[in-house]
């Protein structure tokens, strides 16, 4: 069937923020040492598309053997949102996203599902008047698996119509489970986190073609 909706991951697929959000979560184990923030930095990268409350309760778990408390982990996904929302607002575009944006906004219906907090999420797309483009704006939590099952449901869509675009593993494994098509977004240079055989772009100015 012909895709008339389309799912979107945010961070590093709409807009370029994965090398500073990756600085960021970085600095917040500057305490402990640069080889735990190097450590901390890879395993950002490598789970992108999940919570960064997850995120860090992993890394301080894995890295520093500590179980932190919700209200560390909080404290810290705080500080780290207070770093990066500004630099967010100011990113450039992934190549061809605010392109495609413009010329399939009203023609499919388009969301955003990112790992981004809620209310963090849709302070960043109104600021960067993207809001209007989209029929709804979700963030966490809960995870991308739920959050994609609730706009099903939601907004009676069949599975099979929709295509989720997303740069982490997190995203591909979201869409399978619930029956979405999927493309992953790699950059020039980076490693493909998906697995065999999974459609992938470089940038969204390839997505036109993928969806002829």
Known sequence: MPISTILFDFDGTLVETMDLKTAAFRSLYAPHGEAVQDAAAERYLASAGTSRLDRIRACHQALLGESPSDSVVRQLSDLFGSMVEDKVVAA???????????????????????????QELERILDRRGMTDAFAAIVGS????????????????????????????????????????????????????????????IRDLSELPTYLA
């Open 141 to 200: 939590p809960p995870d991308k698996l739920t959050l994609i099952h609730d706009i099903i449901s939601t907004f009676w869509l069949a599975p099979e119509t929709i295509l989720m675009v997303g740069d982490g593993r997190a995203d591909y494994e979201a869409a399978n489970a619930n029956g979405v098509r999927f493309v992953g977004r790699v950059r020039d240079g980076h490693p493909d986190p998906f697995p065999p055989g999974t459609a992938t």
């Open 92 to 118: 450039p575009w992934v190549p061809g996203a605010d392109t495609f944006l413009a010329e399939y906004a009203g023609k499919l219906t388009l969301f955003i599902v990112s790992a981004t907090p809620q």
